[in-house]
């Protein structure tokens, strides 16, 4: 076991470090803040102090894990060893510059709890982050800090044996916004789709609707029976994210009491593990529609349903996550950019939020999503998925994941042989 020391144990300090310790390298660690305790310590310890003690192994404190609140940190990036890094403390230290604050403040997602100018949709868009502004967005910068902190570690303790790396895993998401893009839709959406293709010349469009209306031709969006032939070659299992609720001003929905909509979220639950994709309401509005939204689909699926998505948050993700923990979900899959490729908290590791309003831990794991459908398709055909490739080769620790989000729409199975889609199959091989 490792033992900590510091002058004072805070939330933030026993969250952060079990994280990196406990999570992602699977160390035990524990806390002390009697000196006399830290020298009778014979195993691995270190301090977390704005001095060290003696000649141990030392992390510099930055003030950051023993405030309250949330403050503007000036942050000033600067390059260790070709890697970026803030909150520098110590030229000469092994480590210098505070790890364990760095961590906390891009986990915690701490700058969107600041006040600043915010998108059109007021939501926070990822160029507003540190991360895009200083060249990092792709980098699981975390997990890069933390694979060279047990290098350090091992090469200073003798009962810290190198790290082994075995190997980083893929995962799919699979969104359904919308089960059916033409059939099933009420007389006035159909008649909306038909005089937007109009209204925009697409010919192509108003024949295929007309096609599928006829039942001439597939739904292009109900694809679900042509899944295992695009996983066939891939030993990923999705996870689905099924939207279940009627429309409302802010978008349109297939009804939830569609009976086709029921057999295909039956059928897939016997496959896969199912989510619940919110919808614009009920995470604007949790307390009228989260809570009916949960229920309908536990009842429909007669199970529990504990994971979530939210493909655009216009909350800040913090507000959202804590209604989230108050209806009982404990995974969400929402961290996530929708108009980037790149790692929302700087970490490729799953990770339980922490709420920087209350000061605690929050009994929700959030789960890093990498690239959208959106992002995707707005690259070149075989572009994203060979740039997602490059960061899956980089991935450093046996925890990391790389996980991609697409639609049902995006698999069609008549679509198969285009370009982004044959690039997708090979990518997930």
């Known amino acids: 076991m490792l033992l900590v020391y510091t002058h004072k144990i805070t939330p933030r300090i026993t969250y952060i470090f079990k994280h990196i310790f406990e999570n992602m390298l699977d160390l035990s660690v524990s806390f002390s803040t009697a000196v006399e305790v830290f020298v009778a310590h014979s195993g691995p310890k270190m301090s977390y102090a704005n001095r060290s003690l003696g000649?141990?192994?030392?992390?510099?404190?930055?003030?950051?894990l023993f405030e309250r609140g949330v403050i503007d940190q000036g942050i000033t990036i600067y390059d260790w060893e070709g890697i970026p890094a803030f909150f520098k403390t110590d030229d000469n230290a092994p480590i210098p510059y505070d790890i364990f604050a760095a961590s906390f403040f891009l986990l915690s997602r701490y700058e969107e709890s600041i006040p600043k100018i915010k998108t059109t949709n007021e939501f926070f868009d990822s160029t507003q982050s540190l991360a895009f502004k200083e060249g990092f967005l792709e980098m699981p910068l975390i997990d890069i800090w933390v694979l060279k902190l047990h290098k350090i570690m091992s090469a200073f303790f003798k009962e810290i044996e190198p790290y082994k790396k075995?190997?980083?895993?893929?995962?799919?998401?699979?969104?359904?916004?919308?089960?059916?893009?033409?059939?099933?839709r009420s007389f006035l959406v159909s008649m909306e789709i038909f005089l937007k293709s109009i209204w925009q010349l697409n010919l192509l469009k108003t024949f295929n609707q007309f096609m599928v209306l006829l039942r001439l031709e597939d739904d292009p969006y109900d694809s679900f029976d042509?899944?295992?032939s695009w996983l066939k070659d891939s030993n990923l299992k999705p996870k689905v994210f099924f939207r279940f609720a009627n429309s409302s001003k802010y978008e349109s929905a297939i009804s939830i009491f569609n009976r086709r909509l029921h057999t295909i979220i039956k059928k897939t639950g016997d496959v896969y593990m199912l989510g619940l994709l919110l919808s614009i309401k009920s995470h604007l509005k949790p307390e009228l529609s989260l809570n009916q939204e949960k229920k309908g689909f536990q009842e429909l699926t007669n199970r529990q349903v504990k994971?979530?998505?939210?493909?655009?948050?216009?909350?800040?993700?913090s507000l959202i996550y804590a209604d989230l923990v108050n209806f009982e979900f404990t995974d969400d899959y929402s961290m996530g950019y929708s108009n980037k490729i790149g790692f929302r908290a700087s970490t490729s590791t799953p990770f339980?939020?922490?709420?920087?309003?209350?000061?605690?831990?929050?009994?929700?794991?959030?789960?890093?999503?990498?690239?959208?459908?959106?992002?995707?398709?707005?690259?070149k055909s075989n572009e994203a998925f060979s740039n997602l490739e490059r960061i899956f080769k980089t991935l450093p620790l046996n925890c990391s994941r790389l996980t991609i989000a697409v639609s049902n729409g995006f698999l069609n199975p008549k679509k198969q042989n285009l370009p982004l889609q044959k690039s997708f199959k090979n990518y997930i091989k």
């Open 352 to 379: 339980y939020f922490y709420d920087l309003a209350n000061e605690s831990k929050l009994s929700l794991k959030a789960h890093p999503v990498v690239a959208s459908e959106s992002v995707i398709k707005n690259g």
């Open 307 to 317: 994971m979530s998505r939210i493909p655009n948050s216009f909350r800040q993700l």
């Open 166 to 184: 075995k190997c980083s895993k893929k995962e799919l998401i699979i969104d359904v916004p919308l089960a059916f893009r033409y059939r099933h």
């Open 226 to 228: 042509s899944w295992v």
């Open 55 to 64: 000649n141990e192994f030392n992390i510099t404190s930055h003030s950051l």
